[in-house]
């Protein structure tokens, strides 16, 4: 078997830190204007960015990776089918809690730096929404094209009384190449990172602790057991262990006015 070059450059990389979580991630700051261009994903069954569901406010952990979205058992997903089957208003509060949230993930690379390569940029789903509409409209198209995309300007701003930063893009109006010398721009491609390396998911018996050992503390919950509010939708994701107390968020009860039946409410969970 011939040696893999590629391979190895990789785990140099992994092992000197070139390849650290630091290094492929990237975040708009407050208050600031940038000019991005978006790349796709290779082999991702043609959708240009990946999303990944992550279960919120279990312990102290600032996101689980939920294992079923990969085709691998899980317990929180095992646990939300059987309180789905209960079909209770307790069980529909439960459930509610434990149902996970997506969070997206895109490739840019962010004009005046492109020395740091091709990073990865986490957002919720109004800015991916917002995101897909500008792709799906003829005036734009396919905007990760490396030859015939365009960049975005994207501005990051908190209004007064708001407790997270928007971001807005808009396309600029004309389509430009990734890069004007085809050999920086092969050098570009080359440096998509892997979002894999971004998160690890759990075993099985590691998720069934976390949830159960959860779900005994939520007893004291009013006595002041620590939880960890969902992300807004425009939150970025820190997947670092968080070390700060966090006031317990309470979930309001489902408004009978909303849903004719627990059926109705459980299918807009999935929603």
């Known amino acids: 078997m011939a040696i893999d070059f590629a391979a190895i450059r990789n785990k140099l990389n992994q092992i000197s830190g070139v390849s650290s979580k630091r290094n492929i991630t990237w975040r708009p700051e407050e208050g600031q204007e940038y000019n991005i261009r978006l790349v796709s994903f290779p082999n991702n069954d043609g959708q240009p960015f990946k999303d990944v569901y992550f279960y919120y406010n279990i312990g102290s952990n600032p996101g689980l990776v939920a294992p079923y979205q990969f085709g691998k058992p899980d ?103 990734l890069s004007e010398k085809p050999s920086d721009m092969k050098k ?11 998160f690890g998911t759990k075993s099985y018996e590691e998720l069934e602790k976390i949830v159960n050992d959860w779900l005994n503390g939520d007893k004291d919950e009013e006595l ?23 006031t317990p968020q309470k979930t309001e009860p489902a408004k009978s006015s909303k849903f004719s039946s627990l059926d109705d409410a459980f299918a807009d969970l999935e929603d």
Not at 188 to 198: C, F, G, H, M, T
Not at 224 to 246: H, I, N, R
């Open 224 to 246: 002041g057991t620590t939880k960890v509010k969902p992300f807004d939708d425009d939150e970025e994701l820190d997947l670092k262990p968080s070390t700060k107390a966090v």
């Open 188 to 198: 570009l491609l080359d440096s998509i990172p892997d979002v894999s390396e971004l």
């Open 75 to 177: 317990p929180i997903q095992e646990l939300i089918t059987k309180l789905r089957d209960e079909k209770t208003k307790e069980s529909y509060e439960l459930a509610k809690k434990l149902y996970p949230k997506m969070r997206c993930y895109a490739l840019v690379l962010v004009r005046g730096e492109e020395d740091k390569g091709v990073r990865v940029w986490s957002f919720g789903k109004t800015l991916y929404q917002n995101l897909l509409n500008i792709m799906l409209d003829e005036d734009y198209g396919d905007i990760t094209d490396p030859e015939t995309g365009r960049d975005l300007k994207l501005t990051c701003s908190k209004l007064p009384g708001k407790q997270f930063a928007d971001t807005e893009v808009r396309p600029r109006a004309k389509s430009t190449p």
